[in-house]
């Protein structure tokens, strides 16, 4: 189940009473319509529940909607299953609002348009989104440069190879983990934290990326033209 956000909810049946008129993108036919509820059942007074027909495919959508005594007085939490189509963010994007302010910008116009259902405009924004990556990359040297070419020059340009010196340099025997490791018992938790999450870093730079790179490319490749 996924948390609906309560600017989706058009009215109530009270002024703090349960939703009634929802809109948001149907998670069945992926198009955009509102959500009639007519009445809700309620479950020791916490929790209500209701299921609502799609107006555009008629399946239903099942909606759950969570007053926590904890916080009360206060907007209940509502909740709808199956999940609605989108994307959140992704992990460590805020690196990328770091990188670049625009690109982030341009990031998040990918994400409206994705979840909206716009695909057209959602590709035609990542790509824009890729070209402004890779001229980002390539230190605004080869703006105008046609993608396909950009993306070879940033093959070239790009040491792509620096976190992997990095993390040598760290484990050499005079590195900052070199040095500890050279006996256990001086090692900390901070210390092993650090080198855990290193580790992690280099599985997803050397082992996650090319896997899901390759599954990614058997999809497109296998997806009907």
Not at 21 to 45: Q, R
Not at 151 to 178: H, R, T, Y
Not at 198 to 215: F, H, K, N
Request: hydrophobic share 40%; with cysteine.
């Amino acid at each position: 189940m996924k948390i609906v956000e309560s600017s989706k909810v058009q009215s109530r049946f009270s002024l703090a009473g349960h939703p009634q008129l929802v809109e948001l993108l149907c998670p069945h036919c992926l198009k955009e319509a509102t959500f009639n509820i007519k009445s809700w059942t309620a479950h020791a007074g916490r929790v209500a529940a209701a299921e609502s027909p799609c107006p555009r495919c008629n399946r239903e959508v099942l909606f759950l909607n969570l007053q926590d005594s904890r916080d009360a007085p206060g907007e209940p939490t509502l909740f709808m299953h199956p999940d609605p189509v989108g994307r959140d963010r992704m992990d460590g994007s805020e690196y990328l609002r770091s990188f670049s302010a625009p690109l982030d910008r341009t990031y998040d116009t990918v994400l409206k348009h994705y979840n909206a259902g716009d695909w057209g405009t959602a590709a035609l924004t990542t790509r824009y989104l890729l070209e402004g990556l890779a001229t980002r990359l390539l230190t605004d040297t080869h703006e105008g440069v046609p993608l396909t070419s950009q993306l070879e020059i940033l093959s070239k340009g790009v040491e792509l190879s620096a976190p992997l010196e990095d993390i040598s340099d760290m484990l050499a025997p005079d590195g900052v983990f070199g040095r500890q490791l050279a006996d256990a018992t001086t090692v900390d938790q901070d210390t092993a934290q650090h080198l855990l999450e290193l580790t992690e870093q280099l599985i997803a730079y050397l082992v996650v990326m090319p896997g899901t790179m390759a599954d990614l490319k058997s999809r497109i490749a296998s997806a009907p033209v």
